[in-house]
T-cell receptor
């Protein structure tokens, strides 16, 4: 079945540091890939997405590239801010019979001033 | 404003006392789904609905029921809650179930079953 593996946290960085959160996946067919973000006390918000190989999703300074050859979708940001502190979820949707999102376990990011 | 609204946001109950968590969306979405979030497990799908009167089980349906009588509403029903259903619950919706479509999430319902 489908699965998503993302690096375990927590990740603690200083403001303006470079961020990478690794995400690899196993899926049938050609899934769509997503990064969702969950700020403290809130629901999940879509951060970015990519729907086919070599697509790059980007938003708010975050980027991720759909790499079919390595089945990866790593999240990167060149300079993090305190306001980026949140839990980040990598997810895929392979369509299937119910279009469910399969999530990784989440990575808690804390950015210190 | 486009949104998915869940109620209540917080709920403490006792074993065996039936409860319903409501979910409503104002985006005219056909597809709706319920997930539960548990530490170290990420989010897992409980039930989903492709349209009115069309529902089916997700990965962890045991102990839950749903209904979809109207397009905008998708309540989650716990007929006899147990402590292992203590969790954070999210409702999500999207336009017709296509893999690339964005799913919009509610703010979550934190349930504690004593």
């Amino acid at each position: 079945g489908d699965s998503v593996t993302q690096m375990e946290g927590p990740v603690t960085l200083s403001e303006e540091a470079f961020l990478t959160i690794n995400c690899t996946y196993t899926a049938t067919g050609y899934p769509s890939l997503f990064w969702y973000v969950q700020y403290p006390g809130e629901g999940l918000q879509l951060l970015l997405k990519a729907t086919k190989a070599d697509d790059k999703g980007s938003n708010k300074g975050f980027e991720a590239t759909y790499r079919k050859e390595t089945t990866s979708f790593h999240l990167e940001k060149g300079s993090v801010q305190v306001s980026d502190s949140a839990v980040y979820f990598c997810a895929l949707n392979s369509g299937g019979s119910n279009y469910k999102l399969t999530f990784g376990k989440g990575t808690l990011l804390t950015v210190n001033p | 404003e486009a949104q998915v609204t869940q109620n209540p946001r917080y709920l403490i109950t006792v074993t065996g006392k039936k409860l319903t968590v409501t979910c409503s969306q104002n985006m005219n979405h056909e597809y709706m789904s319920w997930y539960r979030q548990d530490p170290g497990l990420g989010l897992r799908q409980i039930y989903y609905s492709m349209n009115v009167e069309v529902t089916d089980k997700g990965d962890v349906p045991e102990g839950y029921k749903v209904s979809r009588k109207e397009k905008r509403n998708f309540p989650l029903i716990l007929e006899s809650p147990s402590p292992n259903q203590t969790s954070l619950y999210f409702c999500a919706s999207s336009i017709s179930g296509v893999a690339k479509n964005i799913q919009y999430f509610g703010a979550g319902t934190r349930l504690s079953v004593l």
